[in-house]
């Protein structure tokens, strides 16, 4: 899967995106951008003219209008200027209005044919498409769509991170499950990858902390949601920025760079992880020897005619375990789910020997 991917800006990253989560009306595309560029130096303006929405009856865009709005506003302040399309219909439109960059909303990600229609609508035309996570946390279907744009023809892709959805409640609107997109990045190491905080956070107070996890984990930008008046927007308005608040959240936030070239760091940072190499060895060398011990213990279920799987068992090691991680001071949330995975390979390693076939059938 060695894609070759280029960076379609070629200011310093992070670089910054920001603009109203919709297009309303004229004044206020022109004016939120006007007052976001008087704050900070954006690399693009962003509105959205069709609006996929959760539920009916919802203010679902201004369509085609919009974009010339979104276009002479970008004129205005001299920069690009990008809106979502959903179908094939809408990557027409977008570049009849001479949008320069478009973004395939988490909504359409999770559907391989208008993806493969927004593809097919892109064919031999050279314009940076962003792409944002699926819905649901499936990195197949996000990568899915990467390659399915990437065979159009288009190099121009960045990735765009902005949450799964889930029944459970969390502060996040969306969870960020930030190992996703580290593992889409091991997928394709060039791909750029920007944060959408709006639609994670959900919640203006959260931006900036989800903005700076975004910097500590060496993202190329960040995609910003700010209007003028949030608390009268027309879709969003919890998650919005004013642009002097975009300015101020810039500012706060601390940068990282890829690599030191200081010579003293890189030593300390090589010592440091030959002991993490050690530590790692001596945790597989245990679990090895736990799985061996599970397979024992699978062998003697299996003489017993035991089932695997015991409640109470699994409890108990839950509680154990969970006291013996808050001693050490570790996270117990994260705990439960190493325990659950390591569980859930005994179960595995015990299964395979209930399946078994007697070596010697009379
Ligand atoms: C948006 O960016 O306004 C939007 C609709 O985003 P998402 O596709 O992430 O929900
Ligand atoms: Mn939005």
């Not at 601390?254 to 050690?278: A, V």
Request: with cysteine; proline share 5%; aromatic share 6%.
């Amino acid at each position: 899967m060695n894609k070759y991917f280029e960076f379609p800006f070629e200011s310093k990253k992070p670089i910054v995106i920001a603009g109203s989560c919709s297009a309303e009306t004229e004044e206020q595309v022109l004016e939120t951008a006007k007052q976001i560029s008087a704050q900070t130096d954006i690399s693009a303006l962003r509105a959205g003219i069709w609006k996929p929405r959760t539920r009916p009856n919802s203010f679902e865009g201004v369509g085609v209008k919009g974009l010339t709005w979104l276009k002479a506003a970008g004129k205005e302040i001299g920069k690009p200027v990008i809106t979502e399309v959903a179908n094939g219909k809408h990557v027409e439109e977008a570049l009849k209005a001479e949008i320069d960059m478009l973004w395939i909303g988490a909504r359409t990600t999770v559907n391989p044919f208008f993806v493969q229609e927004i593809a097919e609508a892109l064919e031999g035309i050279n314009i940076p498409v962003f792409i944002k996570n699926p819905v649901n946390p499936d990195l197949n279907l996000w990568i899915g769509a990467i390659e399915r744009v990437h065979d159009a023809g288009i190099n121009n892709i960045v990735a765009i991170h902005r949450g799964f959805s889930s029944f459970d409640q969390s502060v996040y609107r969306n969870q960020p499950m930030w190992e996703i997109p580290i593992a889409l990045k091991a997928n394709f190491p060039q791909l750029p990858i920007i944060c959408d905080p709006s639609h994670i956070a959900g919640s203006r107070d959260l931006i900036q902390e989800v903005c700076q996890q975004a910097l500590n984990l060496d993202y190329d930008g960040l995609m910003v949601e700010t209007h003028l008046d949030p608390n009268n927007a027309w879709s969003d308005k919890e998650q919005q920025l004013t642009p002097l608040a975009l300015g101020e959240m810039l500012k706060s936030l601390k940068p990282r760079q890829t690599q030191s070239g200081d010579i003293k760091f890189q030593n300390k940072l090589e010592e440091l992880r030959l002991k993490i190499d050690e530590l790692d060895n001596s945790l597989l060398k245990k679990l090895a020897d736990r799985m061996a011990l599970v397979a024992e213990i699978g062998e003697y279920k299996k003489e017993n005619n035991v089932a695997i799987f015991q409640l109470e068992r699994w409890k108990e090691i839950l509680e154990t375990r969970s006291k013996w991680a808050s001693i050490l001071n570790l996270d117990i949330e994260s705990m439960h789910k190493l325990l659950s995975e390591i569980h859930s390979y005994s179960i595995k390693v015990q299964t395979e020997i209930m399946d078994e076939k007697a070596e010697n059938p009379s």
